[in-house]
């Protein structure tokens, strides 16, 4: 990694001041799923990177018809979080497809946005939902449009010394949405991805509608024509496909080293008939169900104000490593990543390295419970924070019953991806104590084998689940 300085200011004003201070020199960390392979690869070389980690930017709020989430919500929170199911279904949908669990660990919606990757799911939903987000600078505040705020390829309306603080989602009352996504493999970005939403009027008409993709252009992409074409109308089959198509012909998408152009435009029609389809049929059956205050799957209805998060922030008073229970002063450079100083300076060689950009999961650990990559943590950014290797898995000097269950089942295969889909496991687990075996393949989607396949190591997760062997 190319050298840097790290700060990591407790406060708003205090980031803001070296935002100003530093201006373009200095980049901001949030997550750092995008961030750190930038530089790992030396593509971006601030000589200040100001962790915001430490600021109490989180938490989320439901009141007066919005949602607002602070900008370090995390990916997983818009997942799990039933409360934000409730008023805004799409935003687990779209979660739920970026990248892998690692990345979901750690990874937020204000960088997400900041970042403004065209392929990325978040943007496009901000767009399709006319999300407002605002932008703090030390002179000030204001509130930009998300259809605005996206000006470019990784291009957004941000200034040098602007941080992303929040983001307002309007409540889309009685609006059931779906998405859509086609990527080449699991957790990679999309290819393309369409996200629909319908909200049907008493007679069963389109009263609104929404189309807003990502991958087809160098921003996310409103398909107002094809919005225009639905509304007031009956959601037939034949309009939701004439819709579709508009859509498709308003686009002008590129080549690029997967795909062709043509094949992107055939993707989007398809994609789109396919999500709008969804979404006007979760809109009928929650009309159905509406029974006057009842709501289905997929749709959204006025909240009551409700707090829902706000995440304690990490333990400040410890300033070392905390790995596996035991505290190790170190001192940490600004560029290293905690994959480097566990193995090449503290011998911690049960974390393995593989792609070294998030993709492989050799280098999971949990952070404070969660999986994460290792090659995509700042060491500095982890201090204060519990580290789970899967050495501290150890129980009495034996194995973990899970391990054991790997072992019996053959699941030990090159061995070198073992203790990430070990750590990835337990952590899954936790509160789920009876998966099915698609929950279990999803969770570990994300930890590649490259060797053998994956039948034994499900074999082994779903013995110790079900407690075989007394093992779970
Ligand atoms: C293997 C892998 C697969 C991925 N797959 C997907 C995918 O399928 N879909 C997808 O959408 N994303 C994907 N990502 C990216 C991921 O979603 C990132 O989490 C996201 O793009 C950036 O969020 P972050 O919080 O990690 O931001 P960071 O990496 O910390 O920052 C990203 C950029 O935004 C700036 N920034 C961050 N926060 C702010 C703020 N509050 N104000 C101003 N500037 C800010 C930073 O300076 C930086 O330039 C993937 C990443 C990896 C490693
Ligand atoms: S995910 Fe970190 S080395 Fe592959
Ligand atoms: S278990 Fe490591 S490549 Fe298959």
């Not at 435009?265 to 709008?276: F, K």
Request: proline residues 5%; contains cysteine.
């Amino acid at each position: 990694m190319y050298p840097f300085e790290y700060a990591a200011p407790e406060t708003l004003p205090e980031a803001l001041a070296l935002l100003r201070e530093h201006g373009a020199e200095a980049k901001v960390l949030a997550g750092g799923q995008s961030l750190v392979p930038l530089l790992n690869y030396r593509l971006a070389r601030p000589r200040l990177v100001v962790d915001i980690n430490d600021v109490p930017l989180v938490g989320v709020r439901v009141a007066s018809g919005s949602l607002r989430l602070r900008t370090l919500t995390r990916h997983h929170e818009l997942e799990d979080s039933a409360e934000i199911a409730r008023v805004c279904a799409l935003l687990p949908e779209v979660a739920r497809l970026i990248g892998n669990v690692r990345v979901r660990s750690l990874g937020t919606v204000g960088g997400s946005l900041a970042h403004a990757d065209p392929a990325a799911e978040l943007p496009m939903a901000m767009v399709a939902l006319d999300a407002r987000l605002t932008l703090a600078s030390a002179s000030g505040r204001r509130t930009v449009a998300a259809r605005d705020f996206f000006t470019g390829y990784l291009s957004t309306a941000l200034g040098a010394d602007e941080l992303l603080t929040e983001i307002e989602v309007p409540v889309t009352r009685g609006m059931a949405w779906a998405v859509e996504e086609f990527a080449r493999r699991a957790g990679d970005f999309a290819v393309l991805a369409v996200a629909a939403g319908v909200s049907l009027d008493r007679r069963g008409r389109v009263e609104d509608a929404r189309v807003a993709f990502a991958g087809v252009a160098d921003r996310p992409v409103r398909a107002v024509a094809a919005e225009n074409a639905l509304r007031g109308q009956e959601p037939s089959a034949e309009r939701v496909a004439r819709a579709a198509e508009i859509a498709r012909d308003g686009l002008d998408p590129q080549s690029d080293a997967f795909v062709s152009r043509a094949y992107r435009r055939l993707l989007a029609g398809v994609l789109t008939r396919r999500a709008l389809s969804r979404a006007v049929a979760r809109a009928i059956s929650s009309e159905r169900a509406a029974a006057p205050h009842a709501e289905a799957a997929g749709t959204s209805a006025a909240p009551p104000p409700t707090e829902l998060e706000a995440r304690s922030p990490r333990d400040s008073s410890r300033r070392g490593l905390v790995i596996n229970g035991r505290e190790r002063d170190f001192d940490v450079r600004p560029g290293q990543t905690l994959l480097e100083v566990l193995r090449d300076a503290l011998g911690i060689f049960d974390v393995k390295e593989g792609c070294g950009e998030g993709v492989c999961g050799a280098c999971t650990v949990l952070l404070d419970g969660r999986p994460v990559s290792s090659c995509l943590v700042l060491a500095a950014a982890a201090r204060g924070r519990a580290i789970l290797t899967v050495r501290g898995l150890e129980r009495e000097g034996g194995l973990h019953p899970l391990q054991e269950a790997f072992v019996r089942h053959g699941a030990v295969q090159c061995g070198f991806c073992t203790p990430g889909m070990l750590l990835t496991t337990l952590a899954f687990l936790e509160g789920r104590p009876r998966p099915s075996r698609d929950d279990l393949r999803a969770a570990l989607e994300g930890n590649l084998c490259r060797c053998t396949g994956y039948a034994k190591i499900l074999d082994a997760v779903e013995a110790y689940a079900r407690g075989d062997d007394g093992s779970g």
